[in-house]
């Protein structure tokens, strides 16, 4: 496939950090208070998050700034997609994909820990 027209994949990370598209910035605003970038796993996810982000910073928060600034028609076309599913209940669509997120990287820390912890036991 042609650079930014390959398949773009929904996993669960990308769907948490789609349900932030929105007109209203509050949303965002709420999970970047609580999830950074370096959170992220999925590159997909990282880059709709910081295109947010971008948004955010230049007073220009929109769905149409957003799709604007990703870099694929298959991705937009994904958000779009995917959007419609969370607008009935985006508040709560939003807490729980914090949650979500969060407990993803408390995971990846703790196992980053434990990895740490059996090196040491090995020494």
Do not use: W
């Amino acid at each position: 496939a042609a650079d930014g027209q390959q398949k773009i994949i929904l996993t669960a990370e990308l769907q948490a950090v789609m349900t932030a598209v929105n007109e209203d910035p509050q949303y965002f605003q709420q999970m970047q208070n609580e999830i950074q970038d370096t959170n992220l796993e999925d590159e997909n996810s990282r880059k709709l998050f910081l295109t947010m982000k971008d948004c955010m910073q230049s007073n220009n928060f929109s769905v149409s700034s957003i799709l604007n600034g990703l870099d694929s028609d298959a991705f937009r076309e994904l958000v779009i997609n995917t959007m419609h599913k969370f607008s009935d209940s985006i508040s709560e669509s939003v807490e729980g994909s914090i949650k979500y997120l969060k407990r993803n990287a408390l995971q990846k820390k703790k196992n980053l820990l434990n990895l740490f912890l059996n090196r040491q036991r090995q020494c």
